[in-house]
C-alpha cells in the first residue's frame, strides 16, 4: 500500500517521517513537503519530494493518483484549502 503525505515543513518534520518509517514500515510512504529545509538527515531519501509552492502539487499528481491514502498535515491556511477543494 502506497500512502502519500503532504504537509508544511517545519520543525517537526523529521520526527514526523521517522515515526512512520519506523512504525509503520510495512507501508510504502510517499512524503511531498512543502517549504525548504535548513538542514535534514533524510533529505537524500528518494521518497521524499520537497516543493517550493503548494502549487507544485499538481506536478506530482500521478504520485498522489496511484497513492491509496492521502494524509494531510499542517496545512491550516486558507489559501491551500484552495488546491483542493
Known amino acids: 500500500m502506497c500512502i502519500s503525505h503532504i504537509m ?44 517550493n509552492s503548494v502549487f507544485n502539487l499538481w506536478h506530482y499528481k500521478s504520485i498522489l493518483n496511484k497513492s491509496e491514502k492521502i494524509i494531510i498535515s499542517g496545512l491550516f491556511q486558507i489559501q491551500f484549502s484552495y488546491v483542493f477543494f
Do not use: A
Not at 510512504?29 to 521524499?48: A, E, S, W, Y
Open 8 to 51: 508544511i515543513y517545519d520543525k517537526f518534520t523529521e520526527g514526523y517521517i521517522d515515526f512512520f518509517q519506523c512504525h509503520f514500515s510495512q507501508y510504502n510512504h510517499r512524503f511531498l513537503i512543502i517549504g525548504t529545509p535548513k538542514v535534514m538527515d533524510c533529505q537524500n531519501n528518494d521518497d521524499i519530494i520537497f516543493l
